[in-house]
């Protein structure tokens, strides 16, 4: 069956630096989304993507995060100057159609850790 | 206002007994669609069932079946026969229709609820 895959699995960087979070979500989809669920707490919507732009975004996601689609596959996020507070599990999830009966797939997640 | 409530943070149920987790829901969307995902302790986020609002029938699948009332705006997942594998948090979830505003339709988690298959 398949599947949304994102690597690294985990990622532990300094207060600071930048982090690209990697995404291939399953190859017929067409709308992306990431999510981020901070250790023990909800998840939580940061941006929705489709047709190459930024359909809806959380005010979570302010001006240190950014997406891409670089290539007909991956689907990145990007934050520019991790803070201690963007230590969470980042979920990829793509969905086939935007309608509400279609269920989104995660991929198994990016625990990033800001030191 | 919450849009999911999920009043349970936790759960015991002895092994292959039935389990009901809560999960209510606010919306005044008429189109849109309730989710359950499983997510084990290595975290990934498995989809287990999904309950739209327009259908009459409750959903199941396999082992899941969705208690879905309208006028209470809840969907309750019920899992029968339970295994020690379903340990797990467990997220409720909906996706709304155009009139919410906002577009594709993002995903809105409850809080989610831990359940704890005792042997």
């Known amino acids: 069956e398949p599947e949304v895959t994102q690597t690294p699995s985990h990622q532990v960087t300094q207060m600071g630096q930048e982090v690209i979070l990697r995404c291939v979500p399953i190859?017929?989809?067409?709308?992306f989304y990431w999510y981020r669920q901070i250790l023990g707490q909800k998840v939580e919507f940061l941006v929705s993507?489709?047709?190459?732009?930024?359909?809806?975004k959380s005010e979570i996601f302010d001006d240190q995060f950014s997406v891409e689609r670089p290539d007909g596959s991956n689907f990145t996020l990007k934050i520019r100057s991790t803070k201690l507070e963007d230590s969470a599990m980042y979920f990829c999830a793509s969905s086939f159609r935007a309608v509400v009966n279609s269920p989104l797939h995660f991929g198994n997640g990016t625990r990033l850790t800001v030191t | 206002a919450q849009k999911i409530t999920q009043t349970q943070p936790g759960m015991f149920v002895q092994e292959k007994e039935a389990v009901t987790l809560d999960c209510t829901y606010d919306?005044?969307?008429?189109?849109?669609?309730l989710f359950w995902y499983k997510q084990p302790s290595s975290g990934e986020m498995i989809f287990l069932i999904y309950?739209?609002?327009?259908?009459?029938q409750n959903a199941t699948e396999g082992r899941y079946s969705l208690n879905f009332q309208k006028a209470r705006k809840s969907a309750n997942l019920v899992i029968s026969a339970s295994q020690l594998g379903d340990s797990a948090m467990y997220f409720c979830a909906m996706r709304e229709g155009q009139d919410s505003g906002g577009s594709n339709y993002k995903l809105t988690f409850g809080k989610g609820t831990l359940l704890t298959v005792n042997p």
């Open positions: 993507f489709y047709n190459n732009e930024i359909s809806e």
């Open positions: 919306t005044s969307d008429q189109s849109y669609g």
């Open positions: 309950q739209g609002s327009y259908d009459e």
């Open positions: 190859s017929n989809h067409l709308y």
